[in-house]
């Protein structure tokens, strides 16, 4: 058996299951209330966060070089281990008090107008890989809005580890109830709110998370030749005791419906967009739409890791209250701005992905990093007074940031993949139609860097040139904002699933110079 003691005195006994990792069975444990790691942002097997972090009473496994680098020989020793990367086998257990990536974020109910008083309850979902966020509506007002981790997050950080465990027997119906008792946990909660059930709902989300969902098969999506047997535009039963919900389009294997519900919500808002334009929405998979015209539309997608969704990084947390946001450079050294408000003392305050970008944004202007985002001493008086934190921490080169934070250089390299990713996908796209950046009227950038990302740090890290700095928009949740526009407007449901027509996708991955071009944009600076 796996003997499992928690933090707070819980004694669980599951059994053995060779098909799972041991993280995977700690995820899944039925506790009777919320899960052991319920809202914990894993990284599922990747090594990298920590936070799936367990010690073993007796006869722990051998540790993996993963595990040296992210834990120390001393706490090898003491038997703490990284159970993501060990099987489901006979244990017995200790598991630390879970760190958690905060609450629900809720925003305020605003008040309806007397003329929807008698409107009808609608859901409106945008499904991340990584996030849920959600709007309940009354008509066309706001009943109540939040977001949290997408509950799957333990079976899968990226979309193809989670394609991967829908491929085994029984996973894809574990991770499609796994979202379908969110689902109806949200619509009950908004039924509550309004005094009557929700009655409409649509949900928009990356293919692969659409696909888990509506309980498709997955094979088209999780092998190449990567295809689309089942490609949205359509109103479907999810389940008997949810309503009818809408899928925007599928516009591409990895260019869903987030993608069509964002263009509606640009194509609807209350600017026209000015053609071309780029939309970029950014998270564990990268969604580009060059909009040549309105009848035009180019696409690309490339996998970028949850970097940018602060997953799997050293101190990597989702976007909560006592998280860092940003890093400023002053003639102090790096000052550090929060979320909300600073941790509390009892808090781990971590910091989201776009705090690790700004972060560092502000050490490649020091002179700490250099163009290949390796660490260096500089010869300024302000970069050498930042780089005397910079030691070796399990044997892997770090930089102290204060407060018990330091950036690995794992870290720094993940931060560049991710930067080579986005650089290559706007590069081909602007390549394959003849345009030079300046010619771009806009880039709306949505998902996990879609509020508060700054474009000074991304021009400095070389996500975007230097001529589409000023054009930079912030554009928010555009798959939430297009989601509630496609449960109200007939116009606009008409308008986007006549969308997949005018669409052409870049098959990027299947290009032979894909590894060189991707090697070649593995740079600090932008590479046309």
């Known amino acids: 058996m796996i003997r499992i003691h928690t933090h707070d005195g819980q004694h669980l006994e599951l059994a053995p299951d060779q098909r799972l990792t041991l993280a995977q069975a700690i995820f899944l444990a039925p506790t009777g209330g919320a899960g052991l790691w319920d809202g914990v942002p894993l990284c599922a097997g990747l090594g990298k966060c920590g936070l799936c972090r367990v010690r073993y009473v007796s006869a722990a496994p ?93 079976l899968g950080s990226e979309v193809m580890s989670r394609l991967g465990f829908a491929a085994r027997p029984g996973g894809a119906e574990i991770l499609q109830n796994l979202i379908l008792d969110r689902l109806r946990q949200l619509a009950r909660a908004a039924g509550a709110r309004a005094g009557r059930p929700v009655t409409r709902l649509c949900v928009a989300g990356n293919s692969a998370m659409t696909y888990i969902l509506l309980g498709l098969p997955v094979g088209g999506l999780a092998r190449a030749p990567y295809s689309l047997g089942y490609a949205g535009g359509d109103d479907r039963s999810i389940a008997p005791d949810l309503p009818e919900t809408r899928i925007p389009p599928l516009l591409a294997p990895f260019v869903g419906g987030d993608l069509s519900a964002g263009l509606a919500a640009l194509t609807f808002g209350p600017e026209a967009p000015r053609y071309p334009f780029l939309l970029a929405d950014l998270g564990t998979n990268g969604e580009f739409v060059l909009a040549l015209s309105p009848s035009e539309y180019l696409l690309a997608s490339v996998p970028m890791g949850p ?43 971590g910091i989201t992905g776009v705090g690790y970008l700004s972060l560092a944004a502000a050490l490649l202007r020091a002179g700490v990093l250099d163009e290949s985002g390796r660490f260096m001493v500089p010869a300024t008086p302000l970069g050498q007074r930042l780089a005397k934190g910079l030691a070796s921490v399990n044997g892997e080169a770090s930089l102290a940031l204060g407060s018990g934070l330091f950036l690995p250089a794992s870290d720094v390299e993940e931060l560049v993949k991710v930067k080579a990713a986005f650089n290559l996908a706007l590069s081909r796209l602007l390549a394959e139609a003849a345009l030079p950046a300046s010619a771009l009227a806009a880039v709306h950038l949505a998902g996990a860097m879609g509020e508060h990302v700054s474009a000074r740090d991304l021009v400095t890290l070389g996500f975007l040139p230097e001529a589409l700095a000023g054009v930079l928009l912030r554009a928010g949740n555009t798959s939430l904002k297009g989601s509630q526009l496609l449960l109200n407007s007939p116009e606009a449901w008409d308008w986007v699933r006549a969308l997949p027509a005018k669409c052409r996708a870049l098959d990027l991955a299947s290009d032979p110079g894909f590894g060189s071009l991707y090697v070649e944009r593995m740079v600090l600076r932008h590479v046309a």
């Open 62 to 154: 051998q540790a993996t070089a993963d595990e040296a680098r992210r834990l120390g020989q001393a706490s090898l020793d003491q038997g703490w281990r990284l159970s993501c990367l060990h099987p489901a086998e006979t244990c017995d257990i200790e598991l630390p008090e879970p760190k958690r990536s905060g609450r629900p974020r809720q925003g305020q109910p605003q008040p309806a107008q007397a003329a929807q008083a008698d409107a009808d309850i609608a859901l409106a979902v945008d499904l991340g890989t990584t996030s849920v966020h959600w709007t309940a509506l009354m008509g066309r007002d706001v009943l109540a809005s939040g977001q949290e981790l997408n509950p799957q997050m333990g």
């Open 307 to 349: 970097a940018l969704e602060g997953v799997g990084l050293r101190h990597g947390r989702t976007a909560a209250a006592g998280a860092v946001r940003a890093f400023a450079l002053t003639p102090a050294g790096l000052k550090p701005e929060y979320v909300e408000r600073p941790p509390l003392p009892d808090e781990d305050p």
